[in-house]
């Protein structure tokens, strides 16, 4: 547990990690409490009619028990790896707890995915078996010639011809199953990287990933647990921040946990739920706060009591947290780091450690540096590539089956993330890009993220993205796709404006020279905006105008 402390810098100081040789997730998040409060209530699930349920922890540790004495029938034992292809539901905790009481390996899997993508990463896996609900089914129907290394495929919604009845295989024996020995360095959990910049890989991680990263998301949420907290994330639970900067963390401190079933973020309903469901405590990616931001008076409509909420993905922008602020009552405090080592940077507005336009400092027990092309760090106000120093409990066990990529990623003891940064000299950290999304105009090397944050502050933007366009005076001129809020028109007039506003606040040479309206950007299951596509667009439209 960390404990608060008066200062950021007394945290730091004091930190020790303190990770038993036995660590199993399913003990940690289930059986610790279940054998001590079985009437603890650990997860809420939001009905849009009103009828909300509830599940305690002895349930869950009855249910994934028997859940997971099923899965060994089927031949399923330590080492494999089965899918979840679910959206949030208790359904998916409680195949999560039994996976990892088997000692197997989850693969969570979004359920936006389409057949192909869904088959790479099954072939990828190697999965064993897969758990899913009547959607996920269909899917599978469609590369059902592909599957033949699945010896088990089971349905939350009921059985068929295809696939076991989940709920059958939770009426089996349901005393409790201990979990097998593991520690924590036992795989435990592959979770694909989004595949911004390539081929999604999988990234296995240890039970010990969860130990990783119970200080940081304590911190970012202002000392979690406090009476009364309970929290929610609209982030898909298959991806890095939804399960671990949210799911898996508060159940292990007792937390109750809200679960929604929407998989497509809607703002009125996501209120809805932060007030309905009484929600405290809330991690919400940047698009997700950005949506949020065109409904009128969150809190004095939903009446949202929230004590903290964080954010992780993409940098926030200073336009975002300022709203976010001001409607929601709340500072946000980031997260930052990858499917391969996440959350080690952050802030927490509540102790004292937060700078408004800064993803905040390294978080206790993570090292972080920012270094050159040659592996030296970097002095204060100078661009360098964030690195997290090894051993590290969240850093990733390496990708799966892929061992030169593995190797690619680090640099001595450094993990290499390909990110780009700069840190002022009080060591706070300010996201620049990735080096793939650097453009270089004029000699200039710009960073998207901060043209996107300005031109979100304009009254008629929701959400922006930039790339580089290849221009053969300048090397690449800016160039800006831009999702209007509901009302407004794309116009010559707007276009023109939106380029002079980043003019005025930015810099003359950061300024859009293009811009084009568009009703969504390429997004990951994750949030991410994937700006490759907007690159291979913005050529394609150079193609288009040289054929003509």
Known sequence: ???????????????????????????????????????????????????????????????????????????????????????????????????????????????????????????????????????????????????????????IDGADRHAFGFETMCDADDTLLEPVATTAATPALMIFTSGTTGAPKGALHGHGVLAGHMPGIQYTHAFLPQPGDRMWTPADWAWAGGLLNALLPALALGVPVVASKAQKFDAETACRILAEMEVRNAFLPPTALRLLATVEAPRERFAIDLRTLSSAGEPLGTETATWAERALGVPVNELYGQTECNAVIGSCAQNGAARRGSTGLPLPGHRVALLDADGTPVGPGMRGEIAIAGPDPVMFLGYWRDAAATEAKFCGDWMLTGDHAIADTEGYITFIGREDDIITSSGFRIGPAEIENCLEGHRAVALAAVVGKPDPVRTEIVKAYVVLRPGEAGTPALAADLSAHVRAKLSAHEYPREIAFVESLPMTTTGKIIRRELRERAAREIEAADAS
């Open 1 to 155: 547990m960390l404990e608060p402390a008066e200062s950021y810098e007394a945290m730091m100081r004091d930190f020790v990690w303190r990770i038993p040789e036995r660590y199993n997730i399913a003990y940690e998040v289930c059986d610790r409490w279940a054998l001590r409060e079985p009437e603890r209530t650990c997860l809420h699930y939001f009905e849009p009619d009103g009828r909300h349920r509830s599940m305690r922890y002895g349930t869950l540790a009855r249910r994934s028990s028997a859940f997971a004495r099923s899965l060994a029938a089927k031949g399923i034992t330590k080492g494999d790896r089965v899918a979840l292809l679910l959206p949030q539901s208790f359904e998916t905790v409680v195949a999560h707890v039994a996976i990892y009481r088997l000692g197997a390996i989850a693969v969570p899997l979004a359920l936006l995915f389409g057949p192909d993508a869904l088959d790479y990463r099954l072939l990828v896996s190697g999965a064993r078996a897969v758990v899913t609900n009547a959607m996920g089914l269909e899917k599978l129907a469609e590369i059902a010639d592909r599957r033949a290394a699945l010896s088990c495929c089971v349905s």
